[in-house]
């Protein structure tokens, strides 16, 4: 059974830096992509990073250079580092799971999701 479960959500001052963490268990496919995304009110969820079985990693652009996403050795918990935090970066973020993800994908490739974890960013 697939579960991910985040955390390390919270609220930081603008310019601030926070590492979400979600823990794997479950997930134990060859190939996959696990995914960083998240929801503000009111907007559609969107992807943040998406890191590939590979060791490869994407980004958006509002997350380009400032977050960085990373899995340990032990394949059981993918972190998301967000430094420079802006206001826009408030929202619920989820960790998700595909397991099946080339290099072209869409957000209904992920299967697998956890609850969230809430980030406020105050100006």
């Known amino acids: 059974q697939v579960q991910l479960v985040e955390s390390g959500g919270g609220s930081v001052q603008s310019g601030g830096s926070l590492t979400l963490s979600c823990a794997v268990s479950?997930?134990?496919?060859?190939?996959?992509?696990l995914g960083w995304f998240r929801q503000a009110p009111g907007k559609e969820r969107e992807e943040v990073a998406v890191?590939?079985?590979?060791?490869?990693?994407d980004y958006s652009d509002s997350a380009k250079g400032r977050f960085t996403v990373f899995q340990d050795n032990a394949k059981i918990r993918m972190s998301l580092q967000m430094n420079s935090l802006k206001p826009a970066d408030t929202a619920m973020y989820y960790c998700?799971?595909?397991?099946?993800?080339?290099?072209?994908?869409?957000?209904?490739?992920?299967?697998?999701w956890g609850q969230g974890t809430q980030v406020t960013v105050s100006s």
């Open positions: 998700a799971g595909a397991v099946v993800c080339g290099r072209y994908y869409t957000i209904r490739d992920f299967g697998y």
């Open positions: 479950g997930f134990t496919y060859r190939t996959y992509c």
């Open positions: 890191l590939h079985s590979d060791g490869t990693a």
